[in-house]
């Protein structure tokens, strides 16, 4: 899987994917990262403007269409030598729809996708509509930049792509299965601030292990996430209890 980023800030990006897991999968090759700096294709050669003020006015400046377009032109064409398929473009932005897991795992079986970051007030709407193909926020807030979105997104993104988690890290059993947060966890020693680990963990007894586990996420995220358990108990509802 090759990222795409087209961003103002690439040593952003580079530095901080390099590390820990997406450093050594792309390392390994499994995954790749190509931050492209937009202001490597302004054509004003003199100030290396990719800015400039929104028409109507209003404060701040917006990104221009022209260095992001160029940028574009020149990523898709490289991936146009590999393949026929057009890449998807996705736009980081708090106005599009909140990305999950649902979406990193549609994602992962891509072989190329581009990232858009914007900055300042934003980008000029006419590339939008010329090269993008989805509007994609990580969450209800405002951030200054699409950097870090974006890495979000790449890193939940990456860790599913085939190979990039060893066996012991690739749990099959993680949060957001079936709607589900993951159960609560627990390491040596079996006691500790004279809290013991739950006796039914050290038994030995696989299927009430299992059992344990299922009834502490519902729990879980009865607790923290009603909005998942709604899902959930839609999914499940509950046996009807059989008469006597
Ligand atoms: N850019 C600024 N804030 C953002 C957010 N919440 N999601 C995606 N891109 C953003």
């Not at 109507?56 to 400046?61: F, I, L, S, V």
């Not at 090269?131 to 974006?150: F, K, N, Q, R």
Request: net charge negative.
């Amino acid at each position: 899987m090759n990222f795409h980023i087209m961003t103002l800030f690439p040593e952003m990006i580079q530095q901080s994917l390099s590390n820990s897991i997406t450093g050594r999968a792309s390392d390994k090759g499994y995954i790749s990262f190509n931050a492209v700096n937009i202001r490597d294709y302004t054509n004003d050669y003199k100030h290396h403007k990719v800015d400039d003020y929104t028409y109507g006015g209003g404060a701040g400046m917006l990104m221009q269409a022209q260095p992001i377009y160029d940028c574009y032109l020149s990523i898709k064409n490289k991936i146009s030598e590999k393949t026929d398929k057009k890449p998807r473009v996705i736009y980081v932005t708090p106005q599009g729809s909140v990305f999950n897991q649902k979406m990193a795992a549609e994602l992962a079986k891509e072989e190329d996708i581009i990232f858009l970051c914007g900055h300042y007030e934003g980008v000029d709407e006419r590339v939008l509509e010329e090269i993008v193909t989805e509007y994609v926020s990580i969450g209800d807030y405002v951030l200054t930049g699409g950097e870090l979105p974006a890495m979000v997104m790449i890193d939940a993104i990456s860790r599913l792509v085939p190979g990039v988690l060893s066996n012991d890290e690739s749990a099959m059993t993680e949060s957001f299965n079936n709607n589900l947060l993951e159960y609560p966890q627990y390491s040596r020693p079996e006691e500790w601030m004279g809290k013991k680990v739950p006796a039914i963990l050290l038994s030995g007894d696989h299927k009430k292990v299992d059992e344990w586990r299922l009834e502490q996420s519902i729990i879980r995220t009865k607790e923290r996430r009603p909005d998942l358990y709604e899902k959930w108990l839609l999914e499940n509802p509950p046996k009807p209890e059989k008469k006597k």
